[in-house]
């Protein structure tokens, strides 16, 4: 069933994010998303006249949440998509859930580590609203394929590198900290403190929170509730390995990429049986029908 809302540009029901070039380019052929709608960035699988998509897909062109919460809230304010899925690769905290090289990680919780008040000697978190991922895609979709991994692990086509610690890759669902620097070294100073701070946290990355900030902010309608994810695939570690991280990336990032889009594969096949609520207009007075 086609999503009724219609954005500037027209109407998905899946709105899919990556970053890198690497990832963009993996993720528009296993979605085969080969057509791009002229002078816009957007990319489906086939054109259509009016605007009217499964699944678009569009790459934030540049690391960070400033760039993140601009290229999600143009997704949203030109399709005005269902669900908005998040994907591609991060960095793992080794010491969290068995976590390996290769495992897929998908965010409860989306802690923001860019926003920091330094006062006598002291470091104090200040906040920003923000949402976190969907507790309906996490009860419903996600927590399935978590313990159904044949249902998603067959679509990874990419060759598992032979340096992996296990066989086969996971998924964790676990917080996730988004921020606004890359963490490649586990013994600067600054990296420390904050891994340290968010003591639970399963994965590092830089776009989540923008994501979760632009579909906060366009949270203004009871007739639009759109829906986030955040799946990424571990392609390096920040505990640990310093000399080793860009070389991890490297070799791990192809493979990583495919695992993430795997899972958000299954779940978006899935979504789209699920036929969307249209809004109902409120009864008037006497109009009960009984």
């Given at each position: 069933?086609?999503?009724?809302?219609?954005?500037?540009?027209?109407?998905?029901?899946?709105?899919v994010?990556?970053?890198?070039?690497?990832?963009?380019?993996?993720?528009?052929?296993?979605?085969?998303?080969?057509?791009?709608?002229?002078?816009?960035?957007?990319?489906?699988?086939?054109?259509?006249?009016?605007?009217?998509?499964?699944?678009?897909?569009k790459?934030?062109?540049?690391?960070?949440?400033?760039?993140?919460?601009?290229?999600?809230?143009?997704?949203l304010?030109?399709?005005?998509?269902?669900?908005?899925?998040?994907?591609?690769?991060?960095?793992?905290?080794?010491?969290?859930?068995?976590?390996?090289?290769?495992?897929?990680?998908?965010?409860?919780?989306?802690?923001?580590?860019?926003?920091?008040?330094?006062?006598?000697?002291?470091?104090?978190?200040?906040?920003l609203?923000?949402?976190?991922?969907?507790?309906?895609?996490?009860q419903?979709?996600?927590?399935?394929?978590?313990?159904?991994?044949?249902?998603?692990?067959?679509?990874?086509?990419?060759?598992?590198?032979?340096?992996?610690?296990?066989?086969?890759?996971?998924?964790?669902?676990?917080?996730?900290?988004?921020?606004?620097?890359?963490?490649?070294?586990?013994?600067?100073?600054?990296?420390?403190r904050?891994?340290?701070y968010?003591?639970?946290?399963?994965?590092?990355?830089?776009?989540?929170?923008?994501?979760?900030?632009?579909?906060?902010?366009?949270?203004?309608?009871?007739?639009?509730?759109?829906?986030?994810?955040?799946?990424?695939?571990?392609?390096?570690?920040?505990?640990?390995?310093?000399?080793?991280?860009?070389?991890?990336?490297?070799?791990?990032?192809?493979?990583?990429?495919?695992?993430?889009?795997?899972?958000?594969?299954?779940?978006?096949?899935?979504?789209l049986?699920?036929?969307?609520?249209?809004?109902?207009?409120?009864?008037?007075?006497?109009?009960?029908?009984?």
């Open positions: 069933m086609a999503n009724s809302l219609k954005g500037k540009i027209g109407s998905t029901r899946v709105g994010l990556t970053v890198t070039v690497e990832e963009f380019d993996i993720v528009r052929g296993l979605f085969k998303a080969a057509n791009d709608i002229p002078a816009t960035g957007y990319f489906v699988e086939q054109l259509k006249s009016p605007h009217n998509y499964d699944v678009v897909l790459r934030i062109n540049q690391q960070t949440n400033i760039v993140s919460y601009e290229v999600a809230g143009g997704l304010e030109d399709f005005l998509p269902e669900l908005v899925i998040l994907l591609g690769t991060a960095g793992g905290n080794s010491a969290q859930d068995h976590l390996g090289l290769g495992d897929v990680v998908v965010a409860e919780y989306i802690s923001y580590a860019g926003y920091w008040k330094y006062k006598e000697g002291m470091t104090l978190e200040r906040k609203p923000h949402d976190h991922p969907s507790n309906y895609l996490m419903n979709f996600i927590e399935p394929l978590r313990v159904r991994t044949d249902r998603w692990r067959p679509k990874i086509k990419q060759p598992r590198p032979p340096e992996g610690d296990q066989a086969e890759p996971k998924m964790v669902i676990g917080e996730v900290v988004s921020g606004n620097s890359l963490y490649g070294d586990p013994t600067n100073a600054e990296q420390r904050i891994m340290s968010f003591d639970k946290a399963c994965a590092f990355e830089m776009e989540g929170f923008g994501v979760g900030r632009a579909v906060h902010s366009f949270r203004n309608s009871v007739y639009y509730n759109p829906q986030f994810l955040v799946i990424r695939g571990v392609s390096d570690f920040v505990d640990k390995y310093a000399a080793q991280n860009q070389t991890s990336r490297v070799k791990w990032t192809p493979y990583a990429v495919h695992a993430s889009a795997a899972v958000a594969m299954t779940l978006v096949e899935q979504y049986q699920t036929p969307m609520e249209e809004p109902q207009p409120a009864k008037q007075e006497g109009q009960n029908g009984n």
